[in-house]
Structure formats: C-alpha cells, structure tokens
C-alpha cells in the first residue's frame, strides 16, 4: 500500500518580496481599480488611494517611535482601518499582533504583556464593552504600552494627518532593509485549554498562503471578494485581504461582525464574485427566509473552510447560492493557515468528502500519533504538513515550538485524517474529539454528518461523556429547523438503528438553538463536555 504523504506542485514560483513591496507592486498595475469596499458607511478606496491611506498610517506609527520589530496591537471588529494597519505595520517591519475582538480585560492583558506590545490601535467600544477602558487597565499592568490610537478618534486623525505630512523617502529606505522572512504578525490561537500561544507567522508565510489559495480559485482583478469572516484571524486578513491585494481583487466588508442578511445584502449589491464563510456562517445564511430572493448570479466562487463541511450545507451552497467553483480549505494558524485545499475541476463529490490536496510547495503526511510513522493509504491518522506556511513558532515558547513542530519540520496538526490513493483527504475528527466507547474508537464527525440526514436537523454535535460501564458514551446535540419538534432520545435511536453500528448510537440527545462557539465559527467541544456533565448530572 502506498505510503499517507504526498507534496503540492512546485511549477509556479513562491513569492520573495514583502508584502508592502507585493502591495506596491499591484498598485503599479491596478491603481485606478477599487481595492477596498466598506459597505456599512459607503466608503470606498481604488489601489492607488489604498496605498497612500497605508503610507499615512505607517509614516504616523514611525512618528510614535515604533520601529522595526516593534509589536503592534490591532483590536477591532472588521472595517477599513483594520486593513491600513495591516499593511502599515508590514510597511515599517513592525509585528502586528492581532487581539480577539471577544477578549475582555484578563484576556488582553495576557496578549500585551506575553507579546511585549509597544503600542495599540483600536476602537473605543465594541458591542457595549468598552476597549478604551480595559486598555487602560492593562497599560497599568505593562507600562511597556507607550501609545494607544483610537480609531474615530483625534488620536487616529492626528496619526494619519502626521503621516500625510511625513517624508515618504523615509518609508521606502526602511522596506528596503526588510526582509521576507521577518516575523511580522502574532496570532493567539484560541486557546480552548490554557492560556492562547502566540502563532509568529512572516511575510513569506501569510503572503504566499493568500497568493496561492487565491491562485487555486482563479482570482484576477475582476473579482470581488466578500468577507464577513474576520480579519483578526487568518481566515479574514490573509486568505481575505492578502488574497486580494495580491491579485488586485476587490475586498468588501460586508459588516463589523457576521450579520446573515447583512451578508446577503452585500453579495448582491457589490456583485460579488466570492463569498467566505465557515459552515455555520453558510447555514445561517441558508436559513434566511429570503434567501432565495437575492440577485447573487454574479457568484462564481468562494472559500468554505474553519471546521468540517456538512455535505448537505455544501450542496445548498452551490445549488442555492450559485457558488459553482466553492473551494475547501484546511488548515489552522500555525500553517498561515492553509495547507490543503480543492480545486475548481474536483468533482463535487470530493468538495463534500474532503478538505482537498497539499497545496503549491507544501507537504502533507497522515502519521501514527504514537510513533509519527507515516501510514498507509487508507489508514486514519493525524495530519503533519510541512513548508514555507510552517509559523517561525510560538513567540517566545521555544518548548512549546517543539511540541508543535518536529525536528524534520513538520507541524503536527492534532486532527485525524485519512488520505486516499489520488491525495485527497478526508477529516474525520480531532484526536482529543476521538470517542473511546467500550474499546472501540468513534470519531463523532461520522455520526454528525448521518444524523444531519434526518429532515428535521439543521446541524448536528456529537461529543463524549463519561460512561460507568463503556468508559465514554455518546451525546448528539443537535439544532432543528423552525417549525419542528424536535426528536426525542428514542426517535433518534430508531433513526439510527440499522444504518449506524450499535456503539455509534447516540445514547442522549441534547436539543440547542445554537453550540457553544469560538469567534472564529469553531464549535467549542469542550465546553459541551462540561455542559453535559451537567446537563447528565443526577437530580
């Protein structure tokens, strides 16, 4: 049998430059074409205007002091001053590290005093809490923090106009001494156990992840690109914004935070070409009772990615939605985050049974978690991918660095896979999601996609609990369409009876209007487990 490893095409070349070089470059041959849409306000930027609001706001941040290395804190929900300091920072060399628009006090200060942040833009309230506040707080803590620029603020207008008024020779002497593998963004990952690590990815990392994921989808500047997933994480600012400025597509915020209808609206309006989304974002849209009255013909593509695709939501969205040439995507923060993806010739079938092939100049390999023996086709085991996405390592946690990234390179991902003979793979769960019952391992992703087949279930959790006698157990939760009654325990056994082995049976059922999520759209697992423990606790 052949071996679970296979690498991506390495005919187009990587990327060498920076991203403000990539950014200047594109500016060269697109800059009368629109860049930036920001739909809530009906604001509106072309390349070439683009750039010098970019220009602005790094010439600005180099007046507070920052220089190269320097970490800067972006804290904001998705708008166009999200996207100037992106680019900014890149521009200076500086490290922008992205904070959760979902921290509060606790979670920030850890993120300012674990990264060393010098310096902090962000809007003074978001959702009722108050961002302006809590900085506060934390600059008490880490006196480190010098400066704080508030977006719709004189402090932002006073950065930008200093900026405006600098010398950009200054700018330009400084990207030249920059180089393509400089760290230049921190991301916390979510931190489910524990404090969050601080994922370092570099220029070469997140530009050559955007190009290419853009590159797999036939991105040109004709496209239009509608992204209501968020820029703080990768999903939003590299597969999103670095996507498109490398190609001279159009970035379309469609609102500050993923609003179904806003969305929608947004598609239509802007004759958007692609539209992102992980698959609750898809089924929330799906679920508008006007859906189907949307002009969204202008649809070709888009990017489905963050969590397991549920196939009946991935034919909704191609039959309902138009996106004809959808593509899944896998990966996670540490890769910049892409790894793996599907292609627009790939047949439907693999669009709903897999996450696709190893991208353009990385490597993907199914492993046995105990050994990292490389297994046979066929076989499940945990997905290691290697390459130029690979992060440099968590900022400053060389131990945990080591536990991620093995000494050939490889960065072990956690997830359970299986690889079949053409290299595509399939995901079949989390090895901490893994149910052991009685002995025999379940992997709850299998049970979620059947019990989404039931014509009353709109989506569809499985975890595990504690169990006397089997060790674990099964508990389905699940969410139903508007309208129905929900299924009982025994309706759901008997649905599954005779189609499903005995121990994937779920033995309780637990009925939500909506899981327990990360912002990023991932269901939290854990806090389930610890919500059935007492939910199942006895009276």
């Given at each position: 049998?052949?071996p ?29 074409r ?17 750039l ?13 002091g ?38 509060r ?54 950065l ?17 001494g ?50 209501p ?8 600012m ?6 498109c ?36 974002m ?39 939605l ?39 100049h990385?490597?993907v ?8 023996e ?43 896979g ?25 992997y ?17 959790q ?12 099964l ?17 759901v ?11 994937k ?29 007492e ?5």
């Open positions: 049998m052949e679970s490893i296979i690498a991506g095409a390495t005919d187009a070349p990587q990327l060498t430059m920076t991203i403000g070089r990539n950014l200047t470059d594109t500016v060269a041959r697109h800059g009368d629109e860049a930036l849409v920001d739909v809530p306000s009906g604001r509106r930027w072309t390349y070439g205007e683009l010098a609001e970019v220009a602005a706001v790094a010439l600005g941040l180099l007046d507070l920052v220089g190269v290395g320097d970490r800067v804190g972006i804290w904001a929900p998705n708008c166009p001053e999200w996207t100037f300091v992106q680019y900014a920072t890149a521009r200076i060399g500086a490290i922008l590290v992205n904070v959760n628009p979902a921290y006090s606790h979670e920030l200060s850890f993120v300012v005093g674990q990264s060393g942040m010098r310096a902090i833009v962000a809007v003074p309230e978001f959702k009722g809490s108050s961002y302006a506040d809590m900085i506060e707080q934390a600059r008490v803590e880490h006196p480190s923090l010098e400066d704080v620029v508030l977006i719709g603020t004189d402090s932002w207008s006073s930008c106009r200093i900026g405006r008024a600098a010398d950009p020779i200054r700018l330009g002497e400084i990207e030249a920059l180089s393509a593998d400089d760290p230049i963004n921190i991301q916390y990952t979510s931190g489910t156990t524990g404090f969050p690590k601080g994922a370092t990815l570099s220029h070469r990392n997140i530009l050559n992840n955007g190009w290419f994921v853009g590159e797999l989808i036939n991105y040109t500047e004709n496209d239009r690109v509608c992204i997933v968020p820029f703080y994480h990768c999903f939003g590299v597969m999103g914004n670095l996507a400025t490398s190609h001279g597509a159009t970035m379309v915020i469609p609102g500050p935070s993923f609003d179904p209808a806003a969305t929608l609206r947004a598609v239509a309006a802007e004759r958007c070409t692609s539209l992102y989304g992980v698959p609750t898809f089924i929330a849209m799906l679920a508008q009772p006007d859906v189907d009255s949307f002009d969204l013909g202008s649809l070709r593509t888009g990017i489905m990615a963050g969590s397991p695709c549920p196939v009946e939501t991935m034919k909704q969205v191609i039959d309902r138009g996106m004809a040439e959808v593509s899944i995507c896998y990966g996670m923060t540490e890769t910049s985050p892409v790894s793996m993806q599907t292609r627009d010739g790939d047949s439907i079938e693999r669009r709903v049974s897999t996450v696709g092939r190893a991208g353009p990385l490597e390999k199914i492993a046995d978690p105990l050994t990292g490389t297994l046979p086709r066929g076989e499940a085991g945990e997905l290691c991918t290697r390459g130029y996405s690979v992060m440099l390592g968590y900022w400053e946690q060389p131990e945990k660095t080591a536990e991620a990234i093995d000494a050939d390179g490889w960065m072990h991902t956690g997830d359970l299986v690889m079949d003979e053409a290299g595509y793979v399939n995901i079949t769960g989390r090895i901490k999601d893994m149910v052991i019952r009685g002995g025999e391992n379940i709850p992703r299998e049970i979620e996609e059947f019990l989404m087949t039931h014509p009353d279930v709109i989506d569809a499985v975890i595990g609990v504690p169990d006397d006698k089997y060790g674990e157990e508990m389905a939760w699940l969410r139903v369409r508007d309208g129905a009654t929900p299924p009982q325990v025994d309706e056994r008997a649905f599954c009876s005779g189609r499903l082995a005995h121990y049976i779920p033995r309780y059922v637990h009925h939500v209007q909506e899981f327990p999520m990360t912002i990023t759209g991932k269901v939290r697992k854990v806090e389930m487990r610890e919500a059935a423990a939910i199942l606790r006895p009276t």
